[in-house]
């Protein structure tokens, strides 16, 4: 699975972004999908995650209630809606896909390239 990763952007606090993860390959519908983020000088942080089948749905605290994971498996994409934008939402974010795994924990087999959202406040 190829995963490519797009959507950033530079919005100010309260702004919307909308993160798309396209995948490549078959059977993207068997894998969970979760977006973690870098941010300067910080460890790489879960942020969000879907699974396969029934689409369960996880968040970190910081992001609940603003953002929100969802999938598309006829255009093999996942979105990550985000709302209410604060500064401390900056980051790097990535996409992984899994087939199998704590959709939390950032032991995914398969990553996209980073698309970098910048929120000024």
């Known amino acids: 699975v190829q995963l490519q990763a797009s959507g950033g952007g530079m919005v100010q606090a309260g702004g919307s972004l909308r993160l798309s993860c396209a995948a490549s390959?078959?059977?993207?519908?068997?894998?969970?999908v979760g977006w973690f983020r870098r941010a300067p000088g910080k460890e790489r942080a879960f942020v969000a995650a879907?699974?396969?089948?029934?689409?369960?749905?996880e968040y970190a605290d910081s992001v609940k209630g603003r953002f929100t994971i969802s999938r598309d498996n006829a255009k093999n994409t996942v979105y990550l809606q985000m709302n209410n934008l604060k500064p401390e939402d900056t980051a790097d974010y990535y996409c992984?896909?899994?087939?199998?795994?704590?959709?939390?924990?950032?032991?995914?087999?398969?990553w996209g390239q980073g698309t970098q959202v910048t929120v000024s406040s």
């Open positions: 992984a896909a899994q087939s199998a795994g704590k959709i939390t924990a950032p032991n995914y087999g398969y």
């Open positions: 390959g078959r059977a993207f519908r068997n894998y969970s």
């Open positions: 879907i699974t396969w089948g029934v689409g369960r749905t």
